[in-house]
């Protein structure tokens, strides 16, 4: 197949990630095609099954079809994670890039064994949907929920304090037995990766910010969606690369988005909540605070992060990034106190 056919029928696929308009307009201008041609490699893909469309002329949308669906249901009781891979998932991605098929081997065994360990559920759903582009899994347990269950055990005010936990790294209810890294690391790893439990929903996507959204309805257990590329490039060295000093490998540096230490409508003002904020920095040798969506904090809010707790913790470096002017004036305000 020519160089060109190639990139064309990939930009088609990509374009129809989402649900797309005007699929054969677009392929055309992109390329200067006529409108003809860009039809045809339209058609070439989907008598293949590798898109769908419905409608006709300027409303027509065209979607990436599902080439393979699989699911399976577990009792939690004595599952193995090893076994889980081994039996259902690693010969379904046998035929991608060995960095995609480690990154799917961390995510997926790290996953199911927090279900195993920590769910107190008795069963679990694993949902596999590959298309020509992505794999998407889903595992869902029906336990506790694990923002829940970290509030309960962690004795904190509100579940979502327990995102904001997880977001920093390095939290476990279990550290005699877990590290506190599979979600933080698979959260990083993936293109997508969501935390759906009871009525919160946390998620983070690559090269793009960290979300809370409260939903309005209350499902139980948890549910873990993790979505990749089949040609990324990302490996997981990468990954870990990102939150380690050059040459060691330790997991001594976090991104936190402060903006998840706030509840729905407050304004970051308190000594309270930046205490809530600054919970075990003491682990990490350099903290990043990530001030995107943060345009005001209040006097106290900083003082107890720059001041108090770096003096009191000089071990850690502190480095706000994406800060507005407001934001920077405070930080300078506690750090010229000094």
């Known amino acids: 197949m020519r160089k060109q056919t190639i990139d064309i029928r990939d930009f088609i696929l990509r374009m129809c990630r989402n649900k797309a308009k005007n699929v054969a307009a677009e392929t055309a ?16 893909l989907e008598t293949s099954g590798m898109i769908e469309s419905s409608g006709r002329g300027n409303g027509k949308m065209t979607w990436l079809a599902t080439l393979i669906s699989k699911h399976w249901i577990f009792p939690l009781a004595g599952l193995r994670e090893d076994i889980v891979w081994r039996e259902n998932l690693a010969g379904l991605i046998a035929d991608l890039p ?8 961390y995510g997926v065994t790290e996953m199911v064994n927090n279900a195993i360990d920590h769910s107190e559920g008795h069963e679990l759903t694993i949902g596999y949907e590959r298309t020509a582009l992505d794999i998407e899994v889903t595992i869902k347990d029906d336990g506790e929920g694990i923002f829940h269950r970290i509030q309960r055990l962690g004795n904190l005010y509100d579940p979502r304090e327990a995102i904001l ?22 959260s990083r790893a993936f293109d997508s990766f969501v935390i759906s439990s009871r009525n919160l929903l946390f998620s983070h996507k690559a090269e793009e910010d960290d979300w809370l959204i409260d939903d309005d309805r209350d499902y139980p257990g948890t549910m873990v969606l993790m979505k990749l590329g089949n040609d990324s490039a990302r490996t997981l060295e990468s990954v870990y690369a990102q939150f380690s000093p050059p040459d060691e490998f330790t997991f001594s540096k976090t991104i936190v988005p402060v903006r998840l230490a706030r509840h729905e409508g407050e304004k970051l003002v308190s000594r309270s909540q930046a205490k809530r904020l600054v919970s075990r920095f003491e682990k990490f040798k350099t903290v990043v605070l990530d001030f995107t969506g943060v345009e005001q904090i209040g006097q106290g809010f900083s003082d107890e992060i720059f001041r108090v707790f770096a003096a009191l913790h000089t071990e850690v470096e502190l480095i706000p990034i994406h800060t ?8 300078i305000r506690a750090t010229g106190a000094r």
């Open 165 to 186: 936990e997880l977001a920093k790294g390095k939290f476990t209810t279990d550290p005699a037995n877990h590290s506190g890294e599979g979600i933080f690391f698979s």
């Open 29 to 44: 201008r992109h390329f200067e095609i006529s409108k003809q041609a860009a039809g045809r490699h339209l058609l070439t």
């Open 324 to 331: 507005s002017v407001e934001v920077q004036k405070m930080i």
């Open 98 to 105: 060995r960095n995609v098929q480690d990154m799917w081997h």
